[in-house]
């Protein structure tokens, strides 16, 4: 059974500041997919940012991008110029053939 | 476009009561998606249905809890003879073919139980 774990439950930064998110998994499957999820207080999940496990090169999508290790299996999470709308619950989370498993999450702040 | 939809977004009901949620995927969507959201985790999956078929259930779902796509449609998500452990956000996400490499999510379901 595959396992993701998000080692950080609360961080907080200042606005403009850079942070990182980790996730790390777990499992013996070959291909997969890997995705960082944000859920702002009371409002709906969103996708942030896809990686495929076949691709070596990491996924960006604007201010956030992933440093995806494959061997490690770590799948960390960058925002830069972080601001005050990236305030939410991140979840990273990984898809076999089916349904997604999620980590517990890591509640992000960000700070004027 | 319209997202995907549930209904409703909030329920209260008493212990031992029947409740039923729906969600609407968003069109040409054939795959559809439960899962379990406890306050300060991340969701767990329940079930998941490809069109009309159910294809896959959690040993979360206990026998109380059935699900069905009648027409590969909408959805819906009944509970029956509700405890205090089932309040909980149940959100619903739908998948479009042919990678099924993203999940778009309802607003989700809050379920109280008292």
């Known amino acids: 059974a595959q396992t993701v774990t998000q080692s950080q439950p609360e961080m907080s930064v200042q606005e403009a500041e850079t942070v990182t998110l980790s996730c790390t998994y777990d499992t013996s499957e070959n291909n997969y997919y890997l995705f960082w999820y944000k859920q702002p207080p009371s409002r709906q999940m969103i996708l942030v940012i896809r990686q495929e496990a076949y691709k070596q090169q990491n996924a960006t999508e604007n201010r956030f991008s992933v440093n995806f290790q494959k061997a490690a299996k770590s799948f960390s999470l960058k925002i830069s110029d972080s601001q005050l709308g990236d305030t939410a619950m991140y979840f990273c989370a990984f898809q076999g053939a089916q349904k997604l498993v999620f980590g517990q999450g890591t509640r992000l702040t960000i700070n004027p | 476009d319209t997202g995907v939809s549930q209904d409703p977004r909030h329920k209260i009901t008493k212990r031992g009561q029947n409740v039923t949620f729906r969600c609407d995927p968003i069109?040409?969507?054939?795959?559809l998606y439960w899962y379990r959201q406890t306050l300060g985790q991340g969701p767990e999956f329940l079930t998941y249905?490809?069109?009309?078929?159910?294809?896959?259930k959690s040993r979360l779902l206990s026998d109380r809890f059935s699900a069905e796509r009648p027409k590969g449609s909408f959805s819906t998500l009944e509970i029956q003879r509700t405890e205090q452990g089932d309040s909980a956000m149940y959100l619903c996400a739908s998948s479009p073919p042919p990678y099924y490499n993203e999940q778009f999510f309802g607003p989700g379901t809050r379920l109280t139980v008292l």
């Open positions: 249905f490809q069109n009309e078929a159910q294809l896959e």
């Open positions: 069109s040409e969507h054939n795959r």
